[in-house]
């Protein structure tokens, strides 16, 4: 039987409802939880926290929806198997294996686990949101995001987003290997910005009209720049700005 994923970084063993909800509440965030058959818990969850961003994983073993109350980052949730139903306001979203739902910050959310539900999700600080939009855009942003719950820009760019995701997580996974303090922030970095060209949000638009297909000669002086800084950390932002 092959581990969960982030298997390094166990938060979560346990058959006891009030264990149970102490670990979701105290590590995930939640408000409180819901089990109509207690007895049938089989609770498991991994968790690890970065700079920007925090990858966890978490299955019940039987019906259970979590109460999340409002939040200072996005959630991306990818089940690995089974569905999971996510409510936010009046918007409903079911999403299976190969599919995922996205909540915004400072949004209420009821998740409900089917059974056989085993999730991976990825959080997003809202400052690390607004930082990587502003310097997208190039202008401060006021406005808090508001993502789609379940609709993306195209299959593609949310599967280039799993796949950048899943990297992270065998890199994470894997004990003989390691990444620098900065090339972990570069990884982190790249997902924040596949994540905001791969939803849909208030700012999809300006994202579209404002970052249009890199000319030939701006490659070039990103070229320039990497080959005389090769032996430098680059980070996107630099780039961003030349």
Request: with cysteine; charged share 20%; proline share 6%.
């Amino acid at each position: 039987m092959s581990a969960d994923p982030l298997a390094r970084y166990p938060v979560l063993r346990t058959s006891r409802a009030d264990r149970f909800e102490q670990e979701v509440c105290g590590v995930y965030g939640a408000r409180g939880v819901t089990l109509p058959d207690p007895s049938a818990l089989n609770g498991r969850g991994n968790f690890v926290a970065l700079r920007d961003t925090a990858l966890g994983f978490g299955a019940c073993g039987t019906q259970a929806t979590i109460h999340f109350g409002e939040t200072d980052f996005a959630r991306l949730q990818l089940p690995v198997r089974g569905k999971v139903r996510t409510r936010g306001g009046a918007c409903l979203a079911v999403a299976a294996a190969g599919e995922a739902v996205l909540t915004s910050p400072g949004q209420p959310v009821d998740i409900d686990y089917e059974p056989d539900l085993e999730h991976l999700f990825l959080r997003v600080s809202l400052q690390a949101i607004r930082d990587r939009l502003g310097l997208l855009l190039d202008a401060p942003v006021y406005r808090d995001i508001e993502f789609e719950l379940a609709e993306f820009s195209c299959a593609p760019m949310l599967s280039g987003l799993q796949r950048l995701i899943g990297q992270l997580v065998a890199q994470l996974d894997d004990e003989h290997s390691q990444l620098s303090p900065l090339a972990l922030a570069e990884v982190e970095q790249a997902i924040v910005v596949q994540l905001l060209f791969a939803s849909r949000h208030n700012y999809s638009r300006l994202l579209e009209k404002d970052v249009p297909d890199p000319a030939p000669s701006h490659l070039r002086l990103v070229e320039a720049y990497i080959e005389a800084n090769w032996n430098q950390p680059i980070l996107v932002e630099t780039l961003v700005k030349i």
